[in-house]
Protein backbone atom coordinates (compact mmCIF):
# COMPACT_ATOMS: atom_id res chain seq x y z
CA UNK A 1 0.00 0.00 0.00
CA UNK A 2 0.70 3.82 -0.73
CA UNK A 3 2.34 5.08 1.97
CA UNK A 4 -0.29 7.69 3.32
CA UNK A 5 0.64 11.46 2.37
CA UNK A 6 0.21 13.31 5.73
CA UNK A 7 2.29 17.34 5.62
CA UNK A 8 4.45 18.14 2.64
CA UNK A 9 6.79 21.12 1.30
CA UNK A 10 7.11 23.06 -2.05
CA UNK A 11 10.24 22.09 -3.11
CA UNK A 12 13.34 24.85 -3.58
CA UNK A 13 15.99 24.42 -5.59
CA UNK A 14 18.26 25.25 -3.13
CA UNK A 15 16.88 22.49 -0.50
CA UNK A 16 17.01 19.47 -3.53
CA UNK A 17 19.46 17.71 -1.63
CA UNK A 18 17.94 17.89 1.93
CA UNK A 19 14.82 16.87 0.61
CA UNK A 20 15.73 13.97 -1.12
CA UNK A 21 17.79 12.65 2.16
CA UNK A 22 15.02 13.39 4.31
CA UNK A 23 13.32 10.77 6.13
CA UNK A 24 10.36 11.99 8.01
CA UNK A 25 7.43 10.06 7.68
CA UNK A 26 5.03 10.90 5.60
CA UNK A 27 6.64 13.82 3.74
CA UNK A 28 5.86 14.89 0.07
CA UNK A 29 6.94 17.63 -1.95
CA UNK A 30 4.99 19.69 -4.49
CA UNK A 31 6.18 21.41 -7.37
CA UNK A 32 4.73 24.04 -9.86
CA UNK A 33 5.53 21.56 -13.48
CA UNK A 34 5.98 24.92 -15.53
CA UNK A 35 9.78 25.20 -13.58
CA UNK A 36 10.12 21.75 -14.98
CA UNK A 37 8.58 21.95 -18.61
CA UNK A 38 12.02 21.38 -19.98
CA UNK A 39 13.76 19.01 -22.28
CA UNK A 40 16.37 17.94 -20.26
CA UNK A 41 19.03 18.58 -17.63
CA UNK A 42 19.87 18.95 -14.41
CA UNK A 43 16.60 19.96 -12.62
CA UNK A 44 14.63 17.05 -14.36
CA UNK A 45 17.14 14.51 -13.03
CA UNK A 46 16.86 16.12 -9.64
CA UNK A 47 13.41 16.04 -9.15
CA UNK A 48 13.34 12.10 -10.57
CA UNK A 49 15.98 11.58 -7.58
CA UNK A 50 13.37 13.10 -5.24
CA UNK A 51 10.87 11.01 -6.41
CA UNK A 52 12.39 7.98 -6.49
CA UNK A 53 12.23 8.69 -2.48
CA UNK A 54 9.15 10.68 -2.30
CA UNK A 55 5.57 11.46 -3.61
CA UNK A 56 5.14 14.26 -5.60
CA UNK A 57 2.95 16.59 -6.49
CA UNK A 58 2.26 19.16 -9.64
CA UNK A 59 0.82 22.21 -8.89
CA UNK A 60 0.00 24.46 -11.69
CA UNK A 61 -0.44 27.94 -11.86
CA UNK A 62 -0.60 28.77 -15.83
CA UNK A 63 -3.35 26.04 -17.03
CA UNK A 64 -5.68 29.69 -16.75
CA UNK A 65 -9.07 27.25 -16.04
CA UNK A 66 -10.99 30.88 -15.90
CA UNK A 67 -9.76 32.13 -18.72
CA UNK A 68 -12.73 32.43 -21.57
CA UNK A 69 -10.55 29.87 -23.89
CA UNK A 70 -9.40 26.32 -24.17
CA UNK A 71 -6.17 25.33 -22.16
CA UNK A 72 -3.23 25.99 -24.19
CA UNK A 73 -2.68 22.30 -25.97
CA UNK A 74 0.75 22.51 -26.37
CA UNK A 75 0.97 23.59 -22.80
CA UNK A 76 -1.21 20.41 -21.60
CA UNK A 77 0.52 17.93 -23.88
CA UNK A 78 4.11 19.27 -21.90
CA UNK A 79 2.32 18.54 -19.10
CA UNK A 80 1.39 15.37 -19.40
CA UNK A 81 4.46 14.18 -20.06
CA UNK A 82 5.83 15.24 -17.08
CA UNK A 83 3.45 14.06 -15.28
CA UNK A 84 4.13 10.33 -16.99
CA UNK A 85 7.69 10.60 -16.31
CA UNK A 86 7.03 11.95 -12.45
CA UNK A 87 3.84 9.70 -11.54
CA UNK A 88 2.45 12.50 -9.45
CA UNK A 89 0.25 11.58 -6.60
CA UNK A 90 -1.69 15.13 -7.03
CA UNK A 91 -2.07 17.12 -9.70
CA UNK A 92 -3.76 20.53 -8.96
CA UNK A 93 -4.63 24.29 -10.57
CA UNK A 94 -5.89 27.04 -9.38
CA UNK A 95 -9.80 28.75 -10.02
CA UNK A 96 -8.45 31.93 -11.68
CA UNK A 97 -6.88 32.74 -15.38
CA UNK A 98 -2.72 33.80 -16.10
CA UNK A 99 -2.64 33.11 -19.96
CA UNK A 100 -4.60 35.20 -22.00
CA UNK A 101 -4.57 35.59 -25.70
CA UNK A 102 -0.97 34.95 -26.02
CA UNK A 103 0.42 36.48 -22.86
CA UNK A 104 1.43 34.87 -19.61
CA UNK A 105 0.67 36.72 -16.39
CA UNK A 106 2.16 35.69 -13.32
CA UNK A 107 -0.09 35.67 -11.52
CA UNK A 108 -4.09 34.08 -10.58
CA UNK A 109 -6.22 36.47 -11.59
CA UNK A 110 -9.79 37.15 -10.90
CA UNK A 111 -12.75 37.13 -12.58
CA UNK A 112 -16.76 37.16 -11.82
CA UNK A 113 -17.92 34.20 -11.33
CA UNK A 114 -21.06 34.09 -13.38
CA UNK A 115 -23.42 30.87 -14.86
CA UNK A 116 -20.81 32.05 -18.26
CA UNK A 117 -17.63 31.30 -16.53
CA UNK A 118 -18.49 28.27 -14.72
CA UNK A 119 -19.91 26.61 -17.93
CA UNK A 120 -16.24 27.92 -19.61
CA UNK A 121 -14.49 26.26 -16.67
CA UNK A 122 -16.10 23.38 -16.05
CA UNK A 123 -15.63 22.81 -20.10
CA UNK A 124 -11.67 23.54 -19.34
CA UNK A 125 -11.41 21.79 -16.39
CA UNK A 126 -12.79 18.48 -18.08
CA UNK A 127 -10.38 19.06 -21.14
CA UNK A 128 -7.17 19.28 -18.54
CA UNK A 129 -8.47 16.07 -16.84
CA UNK A 130 -8.82 14.14 -20.17
CA UNK A 131 -5.77 15.06 -21.41
CA UNK A 132 -4.07 14.69 -18.63
CA UNK A 133 -5.53 11.05 -17.89
CA UNK A 134 -6.27 12.36 -14.10
CA UNK A 135 -8.46 13.89 -11.49
CA UNK A 136 -6.88 17.27 -10.59
CA UNK A 137 -7.86 18.94 -7.44
CA UNK A 138 -9.04 22.71 -7.76
CA UNK A 139 -7.75 25.50 -5.34
CA UNK A 140 -9.29 28.88 -4.59
CA UNK A 141 -7.87 31.61 -4.75
CA UNK A 142 -6.85 34.78 -2.77
CA UNK A 143 -9.34 37.63 -2.88
CA UNK A 144 -8.42 41.47 -3.08
CA UNK A 145 -11.11 42.94 -5.09
CA UNK A 146 -14.72 43.40 -4.87
CA UNK A 147 -16.14 42.41 -8.33
CA UNK A 148 -19.57 43.64 -9.06
CA UNK A 149 -21.53 40.34 -10.89
CA UNK A 150 -20.77 37.79 -9.00
CA UNK A 151 -23.84 34.96 -9.77
CA UNK A 152 -22.50 32.29 -7.40
CA UNK A 153 -20.80 32.10 -3.86
CA UNK A 154 -17.50 31.04 -4.13
CA UNK A 155 -18.16 28.00 -2.18
CA UNK A 156 -21.32 27.07 -4.60
CA UNK A 157 -19.24 27.98 -7.65
CA UNK A 158 -16.73 25.19 -6.58
CA UNK A 159 -18.91 22.37 -5.67
CA UNK A 160 -20.64 22.67 -8.97
CA UNK A 161 -17.46 22.12 -10.68
CA UNK A 162 -16.63 19.39 -8.82
CA UNK A 163 -20.01 18.14 -9.30
CA UNK A 164 -20.57 18.70 -13.31
CA UNK A 165 -16.74 17.59 -14.05
CA UNK A 166 -15.44 15.25 -11.62
CA UNK A 167 -12.37 17.51 -10.38
CA UNK A 168 -11.47 17.95 -6.64
CA UNK A 169 -11.03 20.77 -4.71
CA UNK A 170 -7.85 22.11 -3.12
CA UNK A 171 -8.66 24.22 -0.16
CA UNK A 172 -6.12 26.82 0.57
CA UNK A 173 -6.93 28.21 4.40
CA UNK A 174 -4.76 30.94 3.93
CA UNK A 175 -6.04 32.20 0.52
CA UNK A 176 -9.86 32.06 2.72
CA UNK A 177 -7.93 34.17 5.87
CA UNK A 178 -6.41 36.93 3.53
CA UNK A 179 -9.60 37.07 1.06
CA UNK A 180 -11.96 36.64 4.37
CA UNK A 181 -9.78 39.68 5.83
CA UNK A 182 -9.57 41.76 2.17
CA UNK A 183 -13.61 41.45 1.26
CA UNK A 184 -15.14 41.39 4.94
CA UNK A 185 -16.78 37.79 5.45
CA UNK A 186 -15.82 35.23 8.37
CA UNK A 187 -13.23 33.20 7.72
CA UNK A 188 -14.21 30.35 9.76
CA UNK A 189 -17.90 30.52 8.29
CA UNK A 190 -16.15 29.83 5.04
CA UNK A 191 -13.95 26.94 6.47
CA UNK A 192 -17.14 25.39 8.43
CA UNK A 193 -18.88 25.06 4.82
CA UNK A 194 -16.81 24.12 2.68
CA UNK A 195 -17.62 20.64 1.21
CA UNK A 196 -15.81 17.57 2.40
CA UNK A 197 -16.10 15.12 0.04
CA UNK A 198 -14.15 17.43 -2.88
CA UNK A 199 -11.27 17.94 -0.54
CA UNK A 200 -8.04 16.35 -2.18
CA UNK A 201 -5.59 18.57 -0.31
CA UNK A 202 -4.88 21.55 1.90
CA UNK A 203 -2.70 24.33 1.65
CA UNK A 204 -1.05 26.36 4.23
CA UNK A 205 0.93 29.36 3.53
CA UNK A 206 2.15 32.70 5.07
CA UNK A 207 0.76 36.13 4.25
CA UNK A 208 2.04 39.87 4.86
CA UNK A 209 0.22 43.08 5.09
CA UNK A 210 1.00 45.85 1.94
CA UNK A 211 0.04 49.28 4.07
CA UNK A 212 0.65 51.15 1.29
CA UNK A 213 -2.11 49.89 -0.57
CA UNK A 214 -4.86 49.87 2.58
CA UNK A 215 -4.60 49.67 6.39
CA UNK A 216 -6.06 46.35 6.49
CA UNK A 217 -5.04 44.89 3.17
CA UNK A 218 -3.54 41.37 3.84
CA UNK A 219 -1.04 39.97 0.85
CA UNK A 220 -1.12 36.21 0.05
CA UNK A 221 2.83 36.56 -0.09
CA UNK A 222 4.21 33.02 0.75
CA UNK A 223 6.48 34.72 2.68
CA UNK A 224 6.16 34.44 6.10
CA UNK A 225 6.15 31.51 8.59
CA UNK A 226 2.01 30.40 8.61
CA UNK A 227 0.20 32.70 10.97
CA UNK A 228 -1.53 31.07 14.59
CA UNK A 229 -5.04 32.85 12.97
CA UNK A 230 -4.36 30.04 10.03
CA UNK A 231 -3.11 27.18 12.04
CA UNK A 232 -6.66 27.59 13.75
CA UNK A 233 -8.36 27.33 10.81
CA UNK A 234 -6.35 24.48 9.57
CA UNK A 235 -7.05 22.83 12.82
CA UNK A 236 -10.82 23.43 12.66
CA UNK A 237 -11.10 22.08 8.94
CA UNK A 238 -9.39 19.11 10.15
CA UNK A 239 -11.84 18.16 13.00
CA UNK A 240 -14.41 18.46 10.88
CA UNK A 241 -13.55 16.53 7.29
CA UNK A 242 -10.89 14.81 8.42
CA UNK A 243 -7.31 14.38 7.70
CA UNK A 244 -6.00 15.78 3.68
CA UNK A 245 -2.62 15.67 2.29
CA UNK A 246 -1.23 19.36 3.30
CA UNK A 247 1.28 21.11 2.11
CA UNK A 248 3.52 24.12 3.48
CA UNK A 249 4.07 26.92 0.82
CA UNK A 250 6.90 28.97 1.10
CA UNK A 251 7.89 31.25 -2.47
CA UNK A 252 10.49 34.34 -0.87
CA UNK A 253 12.54 34.54 2.06
CA UNK A 254 13.05 30.90 1.62
CA UNK A 255 14.71 29.89 4.94
CA UNK A 256 16.55 26.36 5.61
CA UNK A 257 15.27 23.19 4.82
CA UNK A 258 15.22 22.39 8.68
CA UNK A 259 13.20 25.62 9.55
CA UNK A 260 10.26 24.37 6.87
CA UNK A 261 10.50 20.60 8.30
CA UNK A 262 9.54 22.01 11.79
CA UNK A 263 6.86 23.74 10.28
CA UNK A 264 5.08 20.89 8.47
CA UNK A 265 6.01 18.74 11.19
CA UNK A 266 3.23 20.58 12.93
CA UNK A 267 0.91 19.66 10.05
CA UNK A 268 1.95 16.25 10.35
CA UNK A 269 1.36 15.68 14.12
CA UNK A 270 -1.72 17.12 13.48
CA UNK A 271 -2.93 14.74 10.66
CA UNK A 272 -1.29 11.89 12.78
CA UNK A 273 -3.78 12.86 15.45
CA UNK A 274 -7.13 12.01 13.95
CA UNK A 275 -5.60 9.17 12.10
CA UNK A 276 -4.36 7.31 15.05
CA UNK A 277 -7.67 7.92 16.44
CA UNK A 278 -9.37 6.88 12.93
CA UNK A 279 -7.13 3.47 13.14
CA UNK B 1 -28.47 36.73 -7.75
CA UNK B 2 -27.68 39.82 -10.29
CA UNK B 3 -27.17 39.46 -14.02
CA UNK B 4 -26.61 42.45 -15.97
CA UNK B 5 -23.62 43.60 -14.65
CA UNK B 6 -21.89 41.35 -15.38
CA UNK B 7 -19.33 41.63 -18.50
CA UNK B 8 -19.10 38.67 -20.45
CA UNK B 9 -15.82 36.73 -19.18
CA UNK B 10 -13.55 37.10 -22.48
CA UNK B 11 -14.28 40.74 -22.26
CA UNK B 12 -13.85 41.36 -18.56
CA UNK B 13 -10.04 39.68 -19.16
CA UNK B 14 -9.40 41.73 -22.40
CA UNK B 15 -9.64 44.74 -20.01
CA UNK B 16 -8.01 43.31 -17.09
CA UNK B 17 -5.25 42.27 -18.70
CA UNK B 18 -4.87 45.74 -20.09
CA UNK B 19 -5.52 47.47 -17.21
CA UNK B 20 -2.28 45.43 -15.37
CA UNK B 21 0.05 47.80 -17.86
CA UNK B 22 -1.94 50.73 -18.34
CA UNK B 23 -2.56 53.94 -16.39
CA UNK B 24 -5.94 53.72 -14.10
CA UNK B 25 -7.21 56.35 -16.18
CA UNK B 26 -7.24 54.21 -19.36
CA UNK B 27 -9.38 50.99 -18.07
CA UNK B 28 -12.28 49.90 -19.78
CA UNK B 29 -15.38 49.83 -19.11
CA UNK B 30 -15.41 46.05 -18.19
CA UNK B 31 -13.22 46.57 -15.06
CA UNK B 32 -12.85 50.63 -14.26
CA UNK B 33 -14.47 49.94 -10.87
CA UNK B 34 -12.18 47.25 -9.65
CA UNK B 35 -9.01 49.81 -11.18
CA UNK B 36 -10.40 52.48 -8.88
CA UNK B 37 -10.00 50.37 -5.80
CA UNK B 38 -6.41 50.21 -4.31
CA UNK B 39 -6.00 46.87 -4.13
CA UNK B 40 -5.82 46.60 -7.96
CA UNK B 41 -2.01 47.52 -7.70
CA UNK B 42 -2.02 44.04 -6.04
CA UNK B 43 -2.08 42.45 -9.36
CA UNK B 44 0.01 45.07 -11.39
CA UNK B 45 2.46 44.55 -8.46
CA UNK B 46 2.65 40.68 -8.74
CA UNK B 47 2.23 40.73 -12.47
CA UNK B 48 5.55 43.36 -12.58
CA UNK B 49 7.85 41.67 -10.36
CA UNK B 50 6.95 38.04 -11.66
CA UNK B 51 8.56 39.33 -14.87
CA UNK B 52 11.18 41.42 -13.67
CA UNK B 53 12.14 38.61 -10.99
CA UNK B 54 12.29 36.30 -13.68
CA UNK B 55 14.57 38.80 -15.95
CA UNK B 56 16.50 39.07 -13.14
CA UNK B 57 17.11 35.33 -12.65
CA UNK B 58 17.36 34.44 -16.20
CA UNK B 59 20.39 37.89 -17.00
CA UNK B 60 22.31 37.43 -13.52
CA UNK B 61 25.74 38.28 -15.26
CA UNK B 62 24.05 41.20 -16.58
CA UNK B 63 22.24 42.36 -13.36
CA UNK B 64 25.36 41.76 -11.67
CA UNK B 65 27.17 44.56 -14.04
CA UNK B 66 24.57 47.16 -13.87
CA UNK B 67 23.82 46.70 -10.16
CA UNK B 68 19.90 45.78 -9.08
CA UNK B 69 18.32 48.98 -9.70
CA UNK B 70 19.25 49.75 -12.77
CA UNK B 71 18.46 46.49 -13.88
CA UNK B 72 15.10 46.57 -12.62
CA UNK B 73 14.44 49.72 -13.87
CA UNK B 74 15.31 48.55 -17.46
CA UNK B 75 13.37 45.51 -16.99
CA UNK B 76 10.41 47.12 -16.26
CA UNK B 77 10.49 49.26 -19.78
CA UNK B 78 10.88 46.31 -21.71
CA UNK B 79 8.14 44.32 -19.23
CA UNK B 80 5.96 47.17 -20.63
CA UNK B 81 6.47 45.84 -24.75
CA UNK B 82 7.00 42.22 -24.09
CA UNK B 83 4.93 40.12 -21.81
CA UNK B 84 6.16 36.40 -21.31
CA UNK B 85 4.33 34.53 -24.02
CA UNK B 86 4.74 31.31 -22.17
CA UNK B 87 4.41 30.25 -18.45
CA UNK B 88 7.79 28.53 -18.53
CA UNK B 89 9.60 32.14 -17.29
CA UNK B 90 13.00 30.38 -18.13
CA UNK B 91 11.76 31.39 -22.19
CA UNK B 92 11.22 34.94 -20.85
CA UNK B 93 13.62 37.52 -21.84
CA UNK B 94 14.42 36.07 -25.66
CA UNK B 95 14.65 39.62 -26.85
CA UNK B 96 16.03 40.86 -23.76
CA UNK B 97 19.74 40.98 -25.74
CA UNK B 98 18.08 42.96 -29.01
CA UNK B 99 16.74 45.35 -26.41
CA UNK B 100 19.33 46.65 -24.73
CA UNK B 101 21.51 46.78 -28.14
CA UNK B 102 18.89 49.48 -28.77
CA UNK B 103 18.13 50.82 -24.94
CA UNK B 104 19.41 54.43 -24.84
CA UNK B 105 20.19 54.19 -21.24
CA UNK B 106 22.74 51.43 -21.81
CA UNK B 107 24.61 52.90 -25.06
CA UNK B 108 27.93 53.40 -23.10
CA UNK B 109 27.86 49.57 -22.13
CA UNK B 110 28.43 48.15 -25.88
CA UNK B 111 29.48 45.06 -24.55
CA UNK B 112 26.02 45.14 -22.50
CA UNK B 113 23.93 43.09 -25.13
CA UNK B 114 26.47 40.49 -25.90
CA UNK B 115 26.74 39.36 -22.09
CA UNK B 116 23.07 39.14 -21.79
CA UNK B 117 23.18 36.94 -24.97
CA UNK B 118 25.93 35.06 -23.09
CA UNK B 119 22.77 34.41 -20.27
CA UNK B 120 20.15 33.72 -22.01
CA UNK B 121 22.96 30.55 -23.60
CA UNK B 122 23.73 29.75 -20.32
CA UNK B 123 19.95 29.09 -19.33
CA UNK B 124 19.39 27.52 -22.74
CA UNK B 125 22.27 25.11 -22.35
CA UNK B 126 21.03 23.74 -18.71
CA UNK B 127 17.23 23.09 -20.21
CA UNK B 128 18.98 21.36 -22.96
CA UNK B 129 17.82 17.83 -23.70
CA UNK B 130 20.13 15.50 -22.53
CA UNK B 131 23.07 13.96 -24.49
CA UNK B 132 26.57 12.64 -24.16
CA UNK B 133 29.64 14.80 -25.36
CA UNK B 134 30.99 13.09 -28.58
CA UNK B 135 34.92 12.25 -27.93
CA UNK B 136 37.70 12.09 -29.67
CA UNK B 137 37.72 8.08 -30.00
CA UNK B 138 34.51 8.50 -32.23
CA UNK B 139 36.34 9.04 -34.99
CA UNK B 140 38.58 6.10 -34.57
CA UNK B 141 35.33 3.98 -36.41
CA UNK B 142 35.65 6.03 -39.45
CA UNK B 143 37.75 5.72 -42.24
CA UNK B 144 39.97 8.16 -42.53
CA UNK B 145 39.39 9.25 -46.29
CA UNK B 146 35.77 9.30 -45.24
CA UNK B 147 36.09 12.16 -42.33
CA UNK B 148 35.81 14.73 -44.51
CA UNK B 149 32.19 13.17 -45.91
CA UNK B 150 31.37 12.86 -42.20
CA UNK B 151 29.57 15.68 -40.46
CA UNK B 152 29.91 16.95 -36.62
CA UNK B 153 26.52 17.26 -34.82
CA UNK B 154 26.93 20.15 -31.79
CA UNK B 155 25.34 19.19 -28.58
CA UNK B 156 21.57 20.15 -28.07
CA UNK B 157 22.90 22.69 -24.49
CA UNK B 158 25.97 24.01 -27.06
CA UNK B 159 25.17 28.16 -28.19
CA UNK B 160 28.46 29.61 -29.24
CA UNK B 161 28.76 33.31 -30.63
CA UNK B 162 31.29 35.93 -31.80
CA UNK B 163 31.59 39.39 -30.09
CA UNK B 164 33.03 41.86 -32.78
CA UNK B 165 32.18 44.54 -30.04
CA UNK B 166 34.81 43.46 -27.36
CA UNK B 167 35.54 41.00 -24.83
CA UNK B 168 32.24 40.33 -24.32
CA UNK B 169 33.20 36.79 -22.73
CA UNK B 170 35.47 38.12 -20.51
CA UNK B 171 32.92 40.33 -18.55
CA UNK B 172 30.05 37.93 -18.84
CA UNK B 173 32.48 34.95 -16.57
CA UNK B 174 33.50 37.24 -14.74
CA UNK B 175 30.37 38.41 -13.64
CA UNK B 176 28.21 35.18 -14.18
CA UNK B 177 29.69 33.96 -10.72
CA UNK B 178 31.70 35.76 -7.70
CA UNK B 179 34.99 36.14 -9.59
CA UNK B 180 37.55 37.82 -8.18
CA UNK B 181 39.68 38.36 -11.03
CA UNK B 182 40.21 42.05 -11.48
CA UNK B 183 42.65 42.40 -13.70
CA UNK B 184 42.51 44.43 -16.82
CA UNK B 185 41.16 43.12 -19.66
CA UNK B 186 42.42 43.00 -22.39
CA UNK B 187 39.61 44.88 -25.13
CA UNK B 188 39.53 42.82 -28.35
CA UNK B 189 36.90 41.07 -30.02
CA UNK B 190 35.88 37.43 -28.16
CA UNK B 191 34.12 34.62 -28.73
CA UNK B 192 32.57 32.06 -26.29
CA UNK B 193 30.95 28.34 -26.54
CA UNK B 194 28.51 27.45 -23.77
CA UNK B 195 27.59 23.90 -23.37
CA UNK B 196 26.60 21.38 -21.08
CA UNK B 197 28.46 17.70 -21.81
CA UNK B 198 27.41 16.29 -18.45
CA UNK B 199 25.34 17.98 -15.65
CA UNK B 200 26.94 21.67 -15.02
CA UNK B 201 26.86 23.95 -18.04
CA UNK B 202 30.51 24.86 -18.71
CA UNK B 203 32.36 27.62 -20.93
CA UNK B 204 34.95 28.21 -22.68
CA UNK B 205 36.55 31.08 -24.69
CA UNK B 206 36.28 30.44 -29.18
CA UNK B 207 38.40 31.77 -32.04
CA UNK B 208 36.62 33.36 -35.14
CA UNK B 209 37.39 29.83 -36.97
CA UNK B 210 36.24 27.57 -34.39
CA UNK B 211 33.00 29.45 -34.14
CA UNK B 212 32.64 29.70 -38.12
CA UNK B 213 33.01 25.86 -37.80
CA UNK B 214 30.71 25.40 -35.15
CA UNK B 215 27.95 27.52 -37.62
CA UNK B 216 29.11 25.44 -40.47
CA UNK B 217 28.82 22.06 -38.89
CA UNK B 218 25.34 23.70 -37.48
CA UNK B 219 23.89 24.09 -40.65
CA UNK B 220 25.27 19.95 -41.64
CA UNK B 221 28.13 20.82 -44.13
CA UNK B 222 30.26 18.24 -43.85
CA UNK B 223 33.50 18.71 -41.96
CA UNK B 224 36.00 19.61 -44.86
CA UNK B 225 33.37 22.22 -46.07
CA UNK B 226 33.43 23.42 -42.18
CA UNK B 227 37.11 23.42 -41.99
CA UNK B 228 37.12 25.61 -45.19
CA UNK B 229 35.26 27.85 -43.82
CA UNK B 230 36.89 28.05 -41.02
CA UNK B 231 39.65 29.09 -42.82
CA UNK B 232 38.24 31.67 -44.52
CA UNK B 233 38.18 33.45 -41.45
CA UNK B 234 41.54 32.92 -39.94
CA UNK B 235 44.06 31.08 -43.10
CA UNK B 236 46.08 30.51 -40.24
CA UNK B 237 43.82 28.35 -38.25
CA UNK B 238 45.46 25.05 -36.82
CA UNK B 239 42.99 22.91 -37.59
CA UNK B 240 43.67 19.79 -35.54
CA UNK B 241 43.78 22.19 -32.45
CA UNK B 242 40.46 23.86 -33.54
CA UNK B 243 38.42 20.57 -33.37
CA UNK B 244 40.15 19.38 -30.51
CA UNK B 245 39.53 22.04 -28.31
CA UNK B 246 35.62 21.83 -29.36
CA UNK B 247 35.40 18.29 -28.88
CA UNK B 248 36.80 18.64 -25.37
CA UNK B 249 34.50 21.83 -24.70
CA UNK B 250 32.02 18.99 -25.24
CA UNK B 251 30.52 20.97 -28.42
CA UNK B 252 29.59 17.75 -29.97
CA UNK B 253 27.19 14.86 -29.73
CA UNK B 254 27.60 12.98 -32.91
CA UNK B 255 30.00 12.07 -35.38
CA UNK B 256 27.67 11.00 -38.78
CA UNK B 257 28.54 10.37 -42.51
CA UNK B 258 26.12 11.59 -44.32
CA UNK B 259 25.19 8.37 -46.45
CA UNK B 260 23.63 6.72 -42.86
CA UNK B 261 20.62 8.69 -41.38
CA UNK B 262 21.33 9.45 -37.88
CA UNK B 263 21.56 6.53 -35.30
Same mark, same amino acid.
Given at each position: ????? %???? !????????????????? /? *?????????????????????????????????????????????????????????????????????????????????????? %??????????????????????????????????? !??? *?????????????? !?????????????????????????????????????? /?????????????????????????????????????????????????????????????????? /?????????? | ??????????????????????? @???? +?????????????????????? +?????????????????? $?????????????? =?? @????????????????????????????????????????????????????????????????? =??????? @????????? $??????????????????? #?????? =???????????????????????????????????????????? #????????????????????????????? @?
Amino acid at each position: MAPFL %TAGL !GLKPRHYAEARDCPAAG /L *WFEVHPENYLVDGGPRLRWLAAIRERHPVSLHGVALSLAADAPPDAAHLVALRRLADRIEPTLVSEHLAWSTWRGAYHPDLLPFPR %TNEALARISSNVSAAQEALGRRIAVENPSHYLRID !GHE *WEEIDFLSELAHRT !GCGLLLDVNNVFVSAANLGFDAADYIDAFPAAPVMEIH /LAGHSRDPALGERLLVDSHDAPVSEAVWSLYGRLVSRIGPRPTLIERDDNVPEFAELLAERDRAHA /LLSAPMARAA | MRTLSAAPLAQFQDAFSRALFEE @PAQA +GAAVAALVAQPAFAVYRNTVAK +GCIDALQANFPAVARLVG $EDWFRAAAAVYVAD =ER @PAVPSLLAYGESFPQFLRAFPPAAELPYLAGVAQLDRFWTAAHVAADASALEHSAFARFDPDMLG =EAMLHPH @PAARWAWFD $EGPVFTIWSRNREECADEG #DIDWRA =EGALITRPEEAVRWTSVDAAGCRFLDACAQGQPIAQALDAALGV #DPDANLVRLVSGLLAAGAFAQLTLPSRNE @P
